[in-house]
């Protein structure tokens, strides 16, 4: 079993940036994952005092599908925030107050949808946006990962080519068998120095049906997924007991010493 790709999503539903490599720590979630959120305008986020909040209260895939026709890339080095849609391509500056709200002006106008109140983008230091930030901090700094052999599985099953970044993880893996991931819970996965225990089943919402490349809802994926294995479960999640850095093409293994 070997990592086929890295991912990142520095605003919470919207693009992701591969990474050839990454380096992680003990306890710590995917660097710069989910990092940054824009509401819907139903509550104040406190930076100071970050409380984690149900993903329904932000902008997010699951309800706001056009979000995947922008096409984002967040660049560190100035704490911008680029956003292509169609030929136009604006850079916002996230470290700003002024560009944080033409982000969240620009995005209430782009998803022409009214919504609860005024959108804003959020960030906390040490806070990341996760859909499991609700359940514990510990679940929060988890990372997700997917086997793409159970992506070709579930294609196959639906009828169609799915692409893979319609589940949104960290880590894509290949070389194991479709779905033996169900069965992992509780055990430990070595990748060089790093080691990952993992510790939920990732249920699989309405952002799953949105088509990454058009923006279209099609397939309602998590009904099929309940229909095809009998649960609405696909990935997991995994604390990272060990940190270090991993990179692209690394081998996993499990902990026994069974390279899968």
Same mark, same amino acid.
């Given at each position: 079993m070997f990592i086929h790709s890295l991912n990142r999503y520095p605003v919470k539903g919207l693009s992701a940036e591969r990474l050839p490599t990454v380096r992680l720590e003990a306890a710590h979630g995917f660097p710069l994952d989910r990092a940054f959120a824009i509401t819907d305008?139903? +509550?104040? +986020?406190? =930076?100071?005092? =970050?409380?984690?909040? =149900?993903?329904?209260? +932000?902008?997010?895939?699951?309800?706001?599908?056009?979000? &995947?026709?922008?096409k984002t890339r967040y660049l560190e080095e100035s704490g911008e925030l680029e956003v292509r849609h169609g030929d136009i391509t604006k850079r916002y500056n996230l470290s700003s107050d002024a560009g944080r709200d033409e982000v969240a002006a620009f995005m209430r106008e782009f998803i022409a949808t009214p919504l609860p109140g005024e959108p804003k983008v959020v960030r906390a230091p040490g806070h990341q946006f996760t859909d499991i930030s609700v359940h514990s901090v510990a679940l929060m700094r988890s990372i997700s990962l997917i086997n793409l052999a159970t992506v070709r599985d579930l294609g196959e099953r639906v009828g169609f080519e799915l692409d893979p970044i319609r589940f949104r993880a960290n880590?894509? +893996? /290949?070389?194991?068998? &479709?779905?033996?991931e169900m069965e992992w819970l509780g055990r430990e996965l070595? *990748?060089? /120095?790093?080691?990952?225990? *993992?510790v939920r089943r990732t249920k699989r919402c309405a952002a799953t049906s949105v088509d990454p490349a058009t923006g279209v809802r099609g397939l309602n994926l998590p009904l099929a997924i309940r229909e095809y294995v009998e649960h609405g479960d696909l990935g997991v999640y995994a604390e990272v007991v060990s940190g270090g850095t991993i990179t692209t093409n690394d081998a996993i293994w499990l902990l026994d010493g069974d390279e899968l």
């Open positions: 305008g139903s +509550f104040q +986020f406190n =930076p100071q005092q =970050p409380r984690p909040e =149900p993903k329904t209260k +932000f902008l997010m895939l699951a309800k706001y599908e056009t979000l &995947a026709n922008l880590l894509y +893996f /290949d070389g194991a068998s &479709a779905w033996s070595v *990748i060089g /120095d790093v080691k990952l225990k *993992i």
